[in-house]
């Protein structure tokens, strides 16, 4: 699986962006999903993720409630919208995809990584 993560950029606080991953690959329907995000001088840290189905959605408290994960099975893209961003969003985002249906947050579980897109939340 190949991803290609796109979307990031500048942008005030409390606005909105949506950060999508183009995967490639025909068993990208069946894989768990997921976003992680690196501030600089930081560790990398879950933010989001989703099952297969698009069902099942799990998120890190520091984003709940502002950030949403969805995907497009007939796109084979995973997307992250994210609103209300705080100074602290920012970071390099990266998605992710894992080789088992479920989701999980942690980054160990997942085998496929994107080359990250930076998001840069100033006034």
């Known amino acids: 699986v190949q991803l290609q993560a796109s979307g990031g950029g500048l942008v005030q606080p409390g606005g909105s962006l949506r950060l999508s991953c183009a995967a490639s690959?025909?068993?990208?329907?069946?894989?768990?999903m997921g976003w992680f995000r690196q501030a600089p001088g930081k560790e990398r840290e879950f933010v989001a993720a989703i099952d297969w189905s698009g069902g099942n959605t799990g998120y890190s408290d520091s984003v709940k409630g502002r950030f949403t994960i969805s995907r497009d099975n007939a796109k084979n893209t995973v997307y992250l919208q994210m609103n209300s961003l705080k100074p602290e969003d920012t970071a390099v985002y990266y998605c992710?995809?894992?080789?088992?249906?479920?989701?999980?947050?942690?980054?160990?579980?997942?085998?496929?990584w994107g080359q990250g897109t930076l998001v840069t939340v100033s006034s």
């Open positions: 992710a995809a894992k080789p088992r249906p479920y989701y999980s947050g942690s980054a160990n579980d997942y085998n496929y």
């Open positions: 690959g025909r068993t990208f329907s069946t894989i768990g």
